[in-house]
C-alpha cells in the first residue's frame, strides 16, 4: 500500500517548506483527506468495538458510536462514528433473522460490523459506512460474559444465597422495581389488583434495557435493602419484571453487579424477565424465578391464596374436632349422669333414713327440752310477779323518785330544793325538799322489809 504522506499529490501538502503561493482551501483538504482514507482503505473492514449514543432517525438511518468497550459512564479510549444508512439497515436487520432470530443494536451491545472508512467532508470527520454484521459475535461475547459471570458466582457461593431467604407466609409488602408505563408494568398490577387482595406496591422506576440499565437496576435494589435495614419500610418481597424482547435487550440482566445486588438482597427477590425461553443470570441468583412478569405476581398471589386456603381447611379441622369432641363429652356425660343418678337415689334414700332418725330424735329431745324451759319460765314469772312495784303499791308502799326519774334511797341524795316526786297506788304526789325536811338518822342492824331496797316506802 502507497504511504500517501510520500505520494507526488500530497508532497507539498505535507512539506514544511509550504509558502503562502502553496495555501489550499478547507474543500481542497477535505478533498485531498478523502483520498487519502481511500486509498489507505479501499475495501471493506470488519471492526469490533462496543455502541455508544446509538440513535434511529425518522428517515430509517441509525447513528451510533463505536468504542473501545470499557464501562457504562466511563469515557472510551478510542471512538469512531458510524452511519447506518436505512438500505443496508435493511440488510443487517436480515442477517441478524437469519442469524439468530432476535438481537438489536443497543448501547452497551459489543458488535462486529463489515464497514467501508469515509471521509465526511460537511462534518469535517472520518465515518464508518456501515454495510453488514455479524450476530454471531455478539452473542458470543453475550455468552461468554454470562459464562464468566456464571462462573464467579459459583465459585463465591452466590447462586443460592437469596433463595435462603425466609419467604413470609403472607407476602403482601411488595417492591416493583420495573419500567413504569411497560406491558410489564401493566400486567404485574392487574394481577395485584385482579386478585383482590390487600398488597401494598412500592413502584421503583428504572430503565430495563441498554447500557444504563444494569446501574439503574442495580441503584434500585440497594435503596430497598437500605430502606429495609434501616427500618424505614417493610418490604416481603422484591419483584424485578421486565416484558420479552431481544436477547440484547435482555442483556443487562446478565451483569455481574445486579447479579450480586440480588444475591445479597435482604428479602427474597422474585424475578420475571422476559419471555418464556429466556433465563437470565438474574433468574439463576434470585429466589424465585418466573417467565413472565404475570407469573411472577401470580405466584405471590398463590402464596397469600395458599395461606388462606390452608387456614379454611385448619378452621373447618378444628371445628369438626371440637364438635366431634364435645359429642363424645356429652355422650360421656349422659352415661355418668345415669350412674350418678342411681347413686345419687340411693344416697338420697340413705340420707332420708338417717334424717328421720336424727328427726325423731331431735323431736323427743325439743319436748323434752321445751318442758324444763317451760317450768322455768313459770318459775320466772312467778318471782318477777312477787317483784312487780305495782303489787307493793297495792299492799300500801309508796316509790319516790328524784328529777332523773331514778329512785331515791336514802336521804343522802337529797338537797335543799329537789323537787320529788312519790308514787301511790292511786296517784302521786310532788314535793320539794326543804333544809328542815332532811332528818338522817343511823340504820339499823338488819333490813326486816326487803321492799325498802328498791326505795319502796309505807
Not at 149 to 155: D, F, I, P, R
Not at 188 to 211: H, I, K, N, P, Y
Amino acid at each position: 500500500m502507497t504511504d500517501p504522506t510520500n505520494s507526488a499529490d500530497s508532497g507539498a501538502l505535507f512539506s514544511p517548506e509550504v509558502g503562502r503561493t502553496d495555501t489550499v482551501t478547507v474543500a481542497e483538504l477535505a478533498a485531498r483527506i478523502a483520498r487519502v482514507a481511500a486509498q489507505a482503505f479501499p475495501g471493506d473492514l470488519w471492526v469490533s468495538g462496543q455502541i455508544r449514543n446509538l440513535k434511529r432517525s425518522n428517515n430509517g438511518h441509525v447513528y451510533f458510536d463505536l468504542v473501545e468497550p470499557c464501562p457504562a459512564g466511563a469515557t472510551p479510549r478510542s471512538l469512531l462514528a458510524v452511519t447506518l444508512l436505512a438500505p443496508e439497515r435493511q440488510v443487517v436487520n436480515a442477517q441478524i433473522k437469519r442469524a439468530v432470530g432476535a438481537m438489536r443494536m443497543e448501547d452497551g451491545v459489543e458488535v462486529r460490523i463489515q464497514a467501508r472508512l469515509r471521509w465526511y467532508e460537511p462534518r469535517g470527520s472520518l465515518q464508518l459506512r456501515m454495510t453488514a454484521i455479524d450476530p454471531e459475535f455478539t452473542l458470543g461475547r453475550l455468552k461468554a460474559d454470562r459464562d464468566r459471570v456464571m462462573a464467579t458466582l459459583k465459585a463465591e457461593g452466590l447462586l443460592a444465597l437469596n433463595s435462603s431467604r425466609v419467604l413470609p407466609l403472607v407476602p403482601l409488602r411488595l417492591a416493583l422495581i420495573t419500567s413504569t408505563g411497560t406491558a410489564a408494568h401493566a400486567d404485574v398490577m392487574a394481577e395485584l389488583d385482579g386478585s383482590g387482595l390487600a398488597f401494598s406496591v412500592w413502584l421503583l422506576d428504572v430503565r430495563t434495557q441498554g447500557a444504563e440499565a444494569a446501574g439503574q437496576v442495580v441503584a434500585a435494589l440497594r435503596s430497598v435493602s437500605g430502606a429495609v435495614s434501616g427500618g424505614e419500610r417493610e418490604v416481603d418481597v422484591v419483584l424485578v419484571v421486565r416484558g420479552g424482547g431481544a436477547t440484547t435487550d435482555l442483556a443487562a440482566f446478565d451483569d455481574e453487579a445486579l447479579a450480586r445486588a440480588i444475591a445479597a438482597s435482604p428479602v427474597p427477590v422474585f424475578t420475571g424477565i422476559g419471555h418464556e425461553i429466556d433465563r437470565s443470570v438474574a433468574d439463576e441468583v434470585a429466589h424465585s424465578a418466573h417467565k413472565t412478569p404475570t407469573a411472577a405476581a401470580g405466584a405471590l398471589v398463590d402464596q397469600v391464596r395458599g395461606f388462606v386456603a390452608r387456614l379454611d381447611q385448619v378452621w373447618a379441622a378444628t371445628r369438626q374436632a371440637a364438635l366431634a369432641t364435645a359429642g363424645e363429652a356429652e355422650r360421656r356425660l349422659d352415661v355418668r349422669a345415669v350412674r350418678l343418678g342411681r347413686g345419687v337415689n340411693r344416697t338420697l334414700t340413705s340420707h332420708e333414713s338417717r334424717l328421720q332418725s336424727l328427726s325423731d330424735r331431735t323431736g323427743r329431745a325439743a319436748a323434752l327440752t321445751l318442758t324444763r324451759a317451760e317450768k322455768d319460765l313459770d318459775g320466772l314469772a312467778a318471782r318477777a310477779r312477787a317483784h312487780d312495784p305495782a303489787l307493793a303499791l297495792a299492799r300500801g308502799w309508796s316509790i319516790t323518785t328524784g328529777p332523773d326519774g331514778r329512785a331515791i334511797r336514802s336521804v343522802s341524795d337529797l338537797v335543799p330544793g329537789t323537787v320529788i316526786e312519790t308514787r301511790l297506788v292511786d296517784g302521786s304526789v310532788t314535793s320539794t325538799v326543804t333544809p328542815d325536811g332532811i332528818h338522817p338518822h343511823p340504820a339499823p342492824n338488819a333490813d326486816p322489809n326487803p321492799e325498802a331496797s328498791t326505795g319502796a316506802r309505807p
